[in-house]
């Protein structure tokens, strides 16, 4: 997800803007959660880097996938604490606590295509990025804040200096040899997840921001500043 730092302006909210805003955060994190159970379903081709941990994690220790999801964002909101991160607030916590059960609910209910071994399994996967960057689009866009994972990657970005691009970069790509070294399934797709996504996310957190500001002024927050990483 290529910015920085997007800032919201709070003031003025009504009941109706809150309603509206944790809204569209809920329903992200819903769709992001969807999205990321069909990835897994479709594993064979690679998952998006910490999903590999999460993944490996699940196949040595057991527990479950939505498990190992909540107990690494709450290790990554450690860390950044520790790093006295900026980046922490109600929406990393909820992002946290909701993306784990939600990911295990849609892959118990047992509704999603399992791997085929054909080319189809390539479009199950571009459809769940598609829809996972949509989610990510979607609860950003009610500014309630950055899971964990974000939070954690802006922290050290803030602390070395340098962009966002670059850090993620690191970050995932260590997220990847941990992931891998326990055994996770990485492939070539594993490195193409943020390429494919990114550009989903950036559309979409565009068209749900100016909804709510368009049909419900002051949903979702002023934008007052994006930097691009």
Known sequence: MPFKIISYSLRGDTIQNWIIRYTFFLLGVMLIAFGTAITIKMKHLGLAPWDVISVAL??????????????????????TLIMRGKHINIGTFLNTLLLGPMLDFFLWIDILPNAAFSWTDYLWLCAAIAIMG?????????GIGAGPRDGFMLTISDHTHHSVSKTRIIVESLAVGIGYILGGPVFIVTFLYTFI???????????????????YPGAGGKIIGVENS
């Open 58 to 79: 699940y196949q040595k220790l057991g527990l479950s996938i939505g498990t190992w999801t909540v107990l690494m964002g709450i290790f990554l909101i450690i860390l």
């Open 134 to 142: 949509t989610g990510g689009g979607l609860y950003v866009s009610g």
């Open 197 to 215: 996504q990114s550009p989903i996310f950036q559309l979409s957190l565009k068209v749900f921001t100016r909804f709510q500001q368009g049909r």
